[in-house]
């Protein structure tokens, strides 16, 4: 039986309608999932019993998805089954994202439990390379995925982001810890007018089992008013949500979407 342990944001809801059977769906406290009913709510302070009774209600195999900022952690609500867990709270919480959620998937492995990837429950969120869209990156745009691909690499050797936009060869903005719905809000004022590409791709080295990059319609119409001319995204590496309706709204929008090789 396979438990999602669902955060913020559609791709919980686009995973369980790619299953063939409905999982256990546990949606963390604070960090409601879009359009689901959770079965059960997760509190970090009563994680030893979580995954007890979910081991105890036959759950083998869990997937996480979704957004999760990380939560503040009352001394007071912990439970003794969530006791020894406290050295790796403190440890995680003090460690880089993709570090801290490593430490996550190692309690669920130590508990015997199985960490599916969400694009290995739902494959089809993964789109092959090519440009799909009416419109196709120039040769600047071309240069500039490069430039980015390089961006993003060195953000990811210190863990703080997964996206960037570059005009030019230049960065006119990178991801930090709010995402890139945040990072492209802060584009809108731009001073330079229009112009450039959004680049979404995994960090080198990442546990991909968590936290692979996700866009979706609310990324184009980010992208729309940001002024800037296309997405790419590294295939293989970024999970689309809503697939025909991304590609429609780029068409509208007269954006494009290439889904590029990495390395080029």
Do not use: N, Y
Not at 104 to 109: A, H, P, T, W
């Amino acid at each position: 039986m396979l438990a999602l342990i669902a955060g913020q944001g559609g791709l919980p809801g686009a995973i369980v309608a790619a299953l063939p059977e409905r999982p256990v769906i546990c949606a963390v406290e604070g960090f409601a999932p879009e359009g689901l009913e959770a079965d059960r709510w997760i509190r970090l302070e009563h994680l030893g019993s979580t995954l007890a009774d979910l081991k105890a209600a036959g759950v083998t195999r869990v997937c996480f998805a979704g957004a999760i900022r990380r939560p503040k952690i009352d001394p007071t609500a912990i439970d003794a089954a969530t006791l020894p867990l406290v050295p790796v709270f403190l440890k995680a919480m003090a460690a880089g994202d993709d570090a801290a959620l490593r430490a996550v998937i190692g309690i669920f492995e130590d508990a015997g439990l199985e960490v599916v990837a969400a694009h290995e429950a739902a494959p089809r969120l993964l789109m092959g390379p090519g440009c799909p869209t009416r419109a196709q990156p120039d040769a600047r745009a071309r240069e500039d995925a490069a430039r980015a691909e390089a961006i993003v690499a060195a953000m990811g050797q210190a863990d703080v982001g997964q996206s960037c936009a570059v005009l030019a060869g230049q960065a006119l903005a990178v991801e930090g810890v709010f995402g890139t719905d945040w990072m492209l809000q802060g584009l809108r004022a731009r001073p330079d007018g229009r112009g450039g590409i959004l680049f979404k791709a995994p960090k080198p080295g990442q546990d991909r089992r968590a936290d692979l990059p996700v866009i979706g319609p609310a990324t184009v119409a980010g992208a729309q008013a940001a002024g800037l001319d296309g997405l790419v995204i590294e295939a293989g590496g970024v999970m689309v949500l809503d697939r025909d309706r991304v590609i429609a709204d780029c068409d509208a929008a007269g954006l494009f979407l290439w889904v590029r090789e990495r390395g080029g």
